[in-house]
């Protein structure tokens, strides 16, 4: 059973900086790549950026990079993502997933966190 852990959330000023955590306490995180996604209110849920098994290989979005950082520590089964910059078009639900190809998520879902940017 995957059950990913999302945590980090928050409200800050748009400018500031957050760090979410995902934490895959059943160690199925395997040979996986692993994705975030985020889900803004009304809208489709969308990736991010995701961050190959060895964490040489990281892939984002447009609308984040150079803002946004992904990394892994595999010995902790946890995958972060460094948020600075924040706008308030940031703000969302950002969930963790297992991914498949491109961004293609296995649809395991936490409950994920919510991060909320103030302009």
């Known amino acids: 059973q995957v059950h990913l852990v999302e945590s980090g959330g928050g409200l800050v000023q748009a400018g500031g900086s957050l760090r979410l955590s995902c934490a895959d306490p059943g160690r199925t995180f395997g040979t996986w790549t692993i994705g975030w996604f985020r889900q803004a209110p009304g809208k489709e849920r969308e990736f991010v950026a995701r961050?190959?098994?060895?964490?040489?290989?990281?892939y984002y979005i447009d609308s984040v990079k150079g803002r946004f950082t992904i990394s892994r520590d595999n010995d902790k089964n946890t995958v972060y993502l460094q948020m600075n910059r924040l706008k308030p078009e940031d703000t969302a639900v950002y969930y963790c997933?297992?991914?498949?190809?491109?961004?293609?998520?296995?649809?395991?879902w936490g409950q994920g966190t919510q991060v909320t940017v103030s302009s």
């Open positions: 961050i190959s098994w060895s964490g040489t290989s990281t």
């Open positions: 997933a297992r991914v498949q190809g491109v961004s293609d998520p296995d649809n395991f």
